[in-house]
Protein backbone atom coordinates (compact mmCIF):
# COMPACT_ATOMS: atom_id res chain seq x y z
CA UNK A 1 0.00 0.00 0.00
CA UNK A 2 1.36 3.51 -1.22
CA UNK A 3 2.36 5.83 2.11
CA UNK A 4 0.50 9.20 2.18
CA UNK A 5 0.87 12.62 4.32
CA UNK A 6 -1.85 13.32 6.48
CA UNK A 7 -2.49 16.50 9.28
CA UNK A 8 -0.78 18.72 6.85
CA UNK A 9 2.19 16.64 6.41
CA UNK A 10 3.41 15.62 9.54
CA UNK A 11 2.32 11.98 9.84
CA UNK A 12 2.51 9.04 7.02
CA UNK A 13 0.10 6.33 6.87
CA UNK A 14 -2.16 4.43 4.37
CA UNK A 15 -5.38 5.10 3.45
CA UNK A 16 -7.55 1.99 2.60
CA UNK A 17 -10.80 1.55 0.57
CA UNK A 18 -12.22 3.90 -2.14
CA UNK A 19 -15.26 6.09 0.30
CA UNK A 20 -14.23 8.38 3.75
CA UNK A 21 -12.17 6.51 6.04
CA UNK A 22 -15.04 5.44 8.70
CA UNK A 23 -11.60 3.48 10.91
CA UNK A 24 -8.69 4.75 12.13
CA UNK A 25 -6.22 2.24 13.54
CA UNK A 26 -3.17 2.86 15.98
CA UNK A 27 -0.09 0.84 16.35
CA UNK A 28 1.84 -0.12 19.43
CA UNK A 29 5.26 1.06 20.46
CA UNK A 30 8.12 0.12 17.69
CA UNK A 31 5.64 -0.78 15.68
CA UNK A 32 4.03 0.97 12.45
CA UNK A 33 0.94 1.41 10.41
CA UNK A 34 1.89 -2.37 8.07
CA UNK A 35 0.45 -4.23 11.46
CA UNK A 36 -2.72 -2.96 10.41
CA UNK A 37 -3.18 -4.29 6.89
CA UNK A 38 -4.57 -7.51 6.88
CA UNK A 39 -7.20 -6.24 9.73
CA UNK A 40 -8.16 -3.15 7.50
CA UNK A 41 -8.20 -5.09 4.20
CA UNK A 42 -11.15 -4.27 2.43
CA UNK A 43 -12.54 -1.22 4.93
CA UNK A 44 -12.65 2.05 4.43
CA UNK A 45 -10.16 2.87 6.57
CA UNK A 46 -7.04 4.61 7.72
CA UNK A 47 -3.58 3.46 9.61
CA UNK A 48 -0.90 5.92 10.38
CA UNK A 49 2.61 6.28 11.85
CA UNK A 50 2.37 7.08 14.98
CA UNK A 51 5.36 10.26 15.60
CA UNK A 52 8.47 8.68 16.01
CA UNK A 53 7.89 5.52 13.99
CA UNK A 54 7.56 4.44 10.32
CA UNK A 55 7.93 7.36 8.41
CA UNK A 56 6.17 10.32 10.40
CA UNK A 57 9.11 12.04 12.29
CA UNK A 58 9.45 12.00 16.09
CA UNK A 59 7.68 15.07 18.74
CA UNK A 60 10.23 17.99 19.27
CA UNK A 61 9.21 17.65 23.15
CA UNK A 62 8.62 14.89 25.20
CA UNK A 63 5.03 14.39 26.74
CA UNK A 64 2.62 11.22 27.30
CA UNK A 65 -0.36 9.72 25.47
CA UNK A 66 -2.53 12.89 25.74
CA UNK A 67 0.58 14.67 23.71
CA UNK A 68 -0.09 12.02 21.12
CA UNK A 69 -4.01 12.34 21.04
CA UNK A 70 -3.54 16.16 20.26
CA UNK A 71 -0.73 15.18 17.38
CA UNK A 72 -2.89 12.81 15.38
CA UNK A 73 -6.23 14.98 16.22
CA UNK A 74 -6.09 16.68 12.75
CA UNK A 75 -6.18 13.23 11.44
CA UNK A 76 -9.94 12.89 12.50
CA UNK A 77 -10.71 15.78 10.10
CA UNK A 78 -9.88 13.34 7.33
CA UNK A 79 -12.42 10.90 8.47
CA UNK A 80 -15.83 10.16 7.75
CA UNK A 81 -16.59 11.02 10.89
CA UNK A 82 -17.87 9.19 14.08
CA UNK A 83 -14.84 6.63 13.62
CA UNK A 84 -14.20 3.20 14.69
CA UNK A 85 -10.89 4.02 16.76
CA UNK A 86 -8.96 1.03 16.77
CA UNK A 87 -5.57 0.97 19.25
CA UNK A 88 -3.30 -1.75 19.83
CA UNK A 89 -0.82 -0.99 23.10
CA UNK A 90 0.26 2.17 22.85
CA UNK A 91 -1.44 3.18 20.45
CA UNK A 92 -4.35 2.23 22.30
CA UNK A 93 -3.58 4.71 25.17
CA UNK A 94 -3.21 7.38 22.90
CA UNK A 95 -6.71 6.34 21.46
CA UNK A 96 -8.34 6.59 25.02
CA UNK A 97 -7.16 10.38 25.17
CA UNK A 98 -8.32 10.83 21.61
CA UNK A 99 -11.64 9.72 22.72
CA UNK A 100 -11.31 12.03 25.81
CA UNK A 101 -10.37 14.92 23.68
CA UNK A 102 -13.22 14.39 20.82
CA UNK A 103 -16.18 11.77 21.93
CA UNK A 104 -18.27 12.90 19.19
CA UNK A 105 -15.97 12.40 16.86
CA UNK A 106 -15.65 8.73 17.97
CA UNK A 107 -18.52 5.86 17.17
CA UNK A 108 -16.19 3.54 19.43
CA UNK A 109 -13.55 1.91 20.62
CA UNK A 110 -11.93 -1.34 20.25
CA UNK A 111 -8.61 -1.96 22.32
CA UNK A 112 -6.27 -4.88 21.90
CA UNK A 113 -3.67 -5.08 24.27
CA UNK A 114 -3.24 -2.10 26.02
CA UNK A 115 -1.95 -1.01 29.73
CA UNK A 116 -4.86 0.59 30.58
CA UNK A 117 -4.04 -0.25 33.79
CA UNK A 118 -0.93 -0.69 36.10
CA UNK A 119 -0.15 -4.54 36.53
CA UNK A 120 -1.44 -5.59 40.03
CA UNK A 121 1.75 -7.18 41.13
CA UNK A 122 4.89 -5.12 41.39
CA UNK A 123 8.53 -5.83 39.86
CA UNK A 124 10.10 -7.50 42.26
CA UNK A 125 14.00 -6.91 43.37
CA UNK A 126 14.61 -5.18 39.92
CA UNK A 127 12.44 -2.57 40.69
CA UNK A 128 12.98 -1.91 44.50
CA UNK A 129 16.82 -2.09 43.14
CA UNK A 130 16.22 0.70 40.85
CA UNK A 131 13.84 2.46 43.74
CA UNK A 132 16.57 2.53 45.93
CA UNK A 133 19.03 3.75 43.18
CA UNK A 134 16.81 6.38 42.41
CA UNK A 135 16.34 7.45 46.27
CA UNK A 136 20.09 7.60 46.21
CA UNK A 137 21.12 9.92 43.32
CA UNK A 138 18.23 12.02 44.77
CA UNK A 139 20.43 12.17 47.54
CA UNK A 140 23.79 12.68 45.73
CA UNK A 141 25.25 9.22 46.77
CA UNK A 142 24.86 7.58 43.47
CA UNK A 143 25.55 9.81 40.36
CA UNK A 144 23.46 10.07 37.36
CA UNK A 145 25.74 7.45 35.30
CA UNK A 146 24.75 4.28 37.80
CA UNK A 147 20.82 4.87 37.50
CA UNK A 148 21.23 5.35 33.67
CA UNK A 149 23.24 2.29 33.70
CA UNK A 150 21.01 0.61 35.97
CA UNK A 151 18.17 1.19 33.67
CA UNK A 152 19.90 -0.09 30.80
CA UNK A 153 20.72 -3.06 32.64
CA UNK A 154 16.85 -3.95 33.21
CA UNK A 155 14.92 -1.86 31.02
CA UNK A 156 12.68 -3.56 29.01
CA UNK A 157 13.57 -3.67 25.21
CA UNK A 158 11.60 -0.74 24.25
CA UNK A 159 13.56 1.53 26.63
CA UNK A 160 16.84 0.15 25.30
CA UNK A 161 15.93 0.56 21.59
CA UNK A 162 14.64 4.30 22.56
CA UNK A 163 16.93 7.51 22.16
CA UNK A 164 16.63 11.03 23.31
CA UNK A 165 12.78 12.31 23.04
CA UNK A 166 11.69 8.70 22.49
CA UNK A 167 12.70 8.01 25.50
CA UNK A 168 11.64 10.36 27.61
CA UNK A 169 8.31 9.61 25.74
CA UNK A 170 8.26 5.36 26.91
CA UNK A 171 9.20 6.81 30.86
CA UNK A 172 6.22 8.82 30.88
CA UNK A 173 3.90 6.57 29.19
CA UNK A 174 4.54 3.62 30.86
CA UNK A 175 3.90 5.30 34.56
CA UNK A 176 0.29 6.51 33.09
CA UNK A 177 -2.79 4.91 34.42
CA UNK A 178 -6.17 5.37 32.52
CA UNK A 179 -9.00 4.22 35.10
CA UNK A 180 -10.32 7.89 35.30
CA UNK A 181 -10.60 8.32 31.50
CA UNK A 182 -11.88 4.48 31.52
CA UNK A 183 -15.05 5.70 33.86
CA UNK A 184 -15.91 8.55 31.54
CA UNK A 185 -16.01 6.46 28.29
CA UNK A 186 -19.54 6.70 26.50
CA UNK A 187 -19.16 5.16 23.50
CA UNK A 188 -19.34 1.13 22.83
CA UNK A 189 -15.58 -0.55 23.48
CA UNK A 190 -14.34 -3.88 22.76
CA UNK A 191 -11.68 -5.10 24.79
CA UNK A 192 -9.80 -7.96 22.41
CA UNK A 193 -7.08 -9.83 24.08
CA UNK A 194 -4.66 -12.73 23.57
CA UNK A 195 -4.67 -15.39 26.79
CA UNK A 196 -1.22 -15.48 26.12
CA UNK A 197 -0.01 -11.83 26.42
CA UNK A 198 2.39 -11.63 29.16
CA UNK A 199 3.08 -7.58 28.37
CA UNK A 200 -0.17 -6.63 29.01
CA UNK A 201 -1.72 -9.55 30.62
CA UNK A 202 -5.65 -10.20 30.32
CA UNK A 203 -6.51 -9.80 33.94
CA UNK A 204 -5.46 -5.67 32.95
CA UNK A 205 -8.08 -5.97 30.24
CA UNK A 206 -10.57 -7.90 33.00
CA UNK A 207 -9.97 -4.92 35.64
CA UNK A 208 -10.29 -2.40 32.85
CA UNK A 209 -13.67 -4.19 31.89
CA UNK A 210 -14.98 -3.35 35.18
CA UNK A 211 -14.37 0.41 34.33
CA UNK A 212 -16.19 0.73 31.32
CA UNK A 213 -19.89 1.85 31.00
CA UNK A 214 -20.31 -0.04 27.56
CA UNK A 215 -18.10 -3.19 27.03
CA UNK A 216 -17.59 -6.25 25.69
CA UNK A 217 -14.26 -8.20 26.79
CA UNK A 218 -13.28 -11.10 23.98
CA UNK A 219 -10.15 -13.57 25.36
CA UNK A 220 -8.33 -15.11 21.86
CA UNK A 221 -6.81 -18.23 22.73
CA UNK A 222 -3.25 -19.14 21.24
CA UNK A 223 -2.57 -15.45 20.49
CA UNK A 224 0.26 -13.55 22.38
CA UNK A 225 0.42 -9.78 22.99
CA UNK A 226 0.08 -8.83 18.80
CA UNK A 227 -3.43 -9.34 18.07
CA UNK A 228 -2.92 -7.24 14.80
CA UNK A 229 -0.66 -9.64 12.90
CA UNK A 230 -1.45 -13.24 15.33
CA UNK A 231 -5.16 -13.06 14.59
CA UNK A 232 -6.40 -9.76 12.10
CA UNK A 233 -9.11 -11.82 11.35
CA UNK A 234 -10.93 -12.13 14.88
CA UNK A 235 -10.01 -8.29 15.43
CA UNK A 236 -11.36 -7.45 11.59
CA UNK A 237 -14.80 -9.01 12.94
CA UNK A 238 -14.88 -7.20 15.70
CA UNK A 239 -14.48 -4.06 13.83
CA UNK A 240 -17.36 -4.86 11.44
CA UNK A 241 -19.37 -5.52 14.20
CA UNK A 242 -19.22 -2.07 15.70
CA UNK A 243 -19.41 -0.74 11.98
CA UNK A 244 -22.66 -2.77 11.91
CA UNK A 245 -24.01 -0.96 14.88
CA UNK A 246 -23.34 2.66 13.87
CA UNK A 247 -25.32 1.90 10.68
CA UNK A 248 -28.14 0.06 12.24
Not at 8 to 22: H, K, V, W
Not at 139 to 163: C, I, T
Not at 174 to 189: H, R
Not at 221 to 247: C, R, S, W, Y
Request: proline share 6%; aromatic share 6%; with cysteine.
Amino acid sequence: MALRTFADGSLFGTRFGTDGPRVLALHGWGRTHTDFEPVLSGLNALSIDLPGFGASPAPIDSGGASMYARLVEPVLDECDLPVVLVGHSFGGRVAVHLNERRPAAIAGLVLTGVPLLHKAHNHGKIAYQYRVAKFLNRLKLVNDNFVENLKNKYGSADYKAAEGVMRDILVTCVNESYAEQLKKITCPVDLIWGDGDTAVPPEIAARAEALIHNVRLTILGNVDHFVPTMAPLALKETIQLQLAALDD
